[in-house]
């Protein structure tokens, strides 16, 4: 049972690297959105929680910044696949 007492909130990097801000969901959406304005054509990627991450994806897709949902399991699989596949390797 998630903590009702504490405000949900996410940290958002550009690219995944440099600086990080956070944001409070959801009465800070219309920030995030001001704050992806000025990059161009952004894309959200955010970790899949269960369903708490469905409220942000659905404001965002409404503002037009495209957004998808990943499973960190999933991805992490995929990362070490990924440069085998490629004959890739890991330093």
């Known amino acids: 049972m998630p ?9 958002v990097s550009v690219g995944g690297v440099g600086p990080t801000r956070p944001f409070l969901q959801p009465k800070e959406l ?12 952004p894309q ?4 899949s929680t269960g369903r708490y991450e469905r409220g942000l994806q659905k404001g ?13 399991a999933k991805l992490l699989a995929t990362q070490a696949v990924i440069p085998a596949k490629a004959g890739i390797q890991k330093s």
């Open 44 to 47: 959200v990627v955010m970790e």
């Open 60 to 72: 965002l897709l409404w503002e037009g910044i495209q957004c998808s949902v990943v499973n960190p």
């Open 30 to 41: 219309r920030k995030l959105v001001a704050w992806l304005g000025p990059h161009e054509e």
């Open 3 to 11: 903590d009702r007492g504490r405000k949900a909130s996410l940290v």
